[in-house]
């Protein structure tokens, strides 16, 4: 279906639960934190049913995210049900690795077509203090996991942050040049109102590419499956490739293709947004799948034209990134 502004949405992020295992500076406090309770969450059922729905008005591809998606329980089964939905095509999940690898052959089986692994550092120390409190040889068996699988293609997105861990910014690249992983250099983005959130902390991504393009020559064209706003180039002589995620310097929201759905049931049509539809709510109510794919058009039509961003996030929006899902 298209929205308002000629776009065509048909990618639905779906964020299982708010519940994560890390506690990422940039994403999450890492204390006083309210999770929902169990009875608030959509159960697995209702997701699929939603997701089924969605598909009538032109939803092909859902990413699984949070929280962290691996957390919640019985998530083989939720990719097995959506896999199984005739008109969604790819059934992909955003983690940050940390229980991937025990969880990979099942997931696969499930049907799982991609996985995007989250890692902002290759320094065990420095990826404990971002994380929190991660071990960064959990997730390196993890991504080692889906390259010995097979599942292609494998990427990796990274916050990039100034004196935290823009010194490494080579290392990922050198590391997109030997393996193929296809790394995002992701804009450190103000959402939820963190403290850890500075202007001076975010590094836009013409700053990357610069230092990049003193050392490698990047090429256009490179043609890495997905449906997200990554702006994609080859490495010359690489196995992989480095992408770019310009949230803040320069959105991409003419492109927008998706709407999301947070784990206590609300549609939102907008990352940024306020506007939040109750699904849950009218499931509750009995409403019929007529109803339900009428408030799913409801959150294409009204979806904004664009972030705005640079205006802050707003004491009203009460939402975190880990509660919306990315
Ligand atoms: N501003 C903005 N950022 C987004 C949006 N979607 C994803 N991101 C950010 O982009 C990064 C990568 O997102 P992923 O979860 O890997 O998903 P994707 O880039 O859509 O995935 P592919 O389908 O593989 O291209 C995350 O940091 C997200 O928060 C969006 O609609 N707007
Ligand atoms: C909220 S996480 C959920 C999925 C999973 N737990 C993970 O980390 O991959 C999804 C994505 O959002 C990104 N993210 C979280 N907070 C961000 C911020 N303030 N700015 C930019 N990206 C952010 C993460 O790096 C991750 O790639
Ligand atoms: S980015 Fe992902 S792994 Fe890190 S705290 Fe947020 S939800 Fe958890
Ligand atoms: S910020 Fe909103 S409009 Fe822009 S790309 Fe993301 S979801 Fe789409």
Redesign the pocket.
């Known amino acids: 279906m298209f929205d308002s502004y000629a776009r065509e949405i048909n990618y639905l992020r779906v964020s299982v639960t708010d519940r994560?295992n890390?506690?990422?500076k940039y994403?999450?406090p890492e204390e006083g934190i309210e999770s929902l309770g169990h009875t608030n969450v959509l159960a697995l059922e209702e997701i699929v049913h939603l997701i089924r729905v969605a598909a009538r008005v032109g939803i092909r591809k859902v990413r699984l995210t949070?929280?962290?998606p691996l957390v919640r329980k019985n998530i083989t089964d939720l990719v097995e049900q959506i896999a199984k939905i005739p008109q969604i095509t790819d059934v992909a999940i955003t983690t940050?690795g940390v229980l991937f690898a025990d969880m990979a052959e099942e997931l696969k089986a499930a049907g799982l077509t991609r996985v995007n692994f989250?890692l902002d550092s290759l320094e065990p120390d420095s990826f404990n203090y971002i994380?929190s409190r991660g071990r960064l040889s959990d997730v390196t068996r993890s991504i080692a996991k889906a390259l010995e699988m097979g599942m292609a293609p494998v990427k990796i997105n990274t916050v990039v942050m100034k004196g935290i861990n823009d010194h490494e910014i080579l290392d990922f690249v050198k590391l997109a040049k030997e393996m193929p992983l296809h790394v995002r250099f992701i804009e450190f983005m103000p959402i939820g109102d963190l403290p850890f959130y500075q202007t001076d902390r975010v590094v836009s991504v013409s700053e990357i590419k610069e230092i990049i393009e003193q050392q490698y020559d990047l090429y256009k064209g490179s043609t890495v499956q997905g449906n997200g706003p990554a702006k994609c180039y080859q490495i010359n002589g690489g196995l992989g490739s480095v992408g770019f995620i310009s949230a803040m310097s320069d959105h991409f929201c003419s492109e927008c293709n998706r709407i999301r759905m947070t784990a206590d049931g609300k549609l939102r049509g907008c990352l940024f947004g306020k506007q939040e539809i109750n699904l849950k709510m009218a499931l509750q109510n009995g409403a019929s799948d007529e109803k339900i794919a009428h408030l799913f058009s409801k959150a294409i039509r009204e979806k904004p034209n664009r972030h705005y961003m640079t205006e802050g996030w707003g004491a009203d929006n009460k939402r975190k990134?880990?509660q919306i899902g990315?």
Do not use: A, H, P
């Open positions: 994560c890390l506690r990422c994403c999450m949070g929280g962290e940050n989250s994380t990134m880990y990315g």
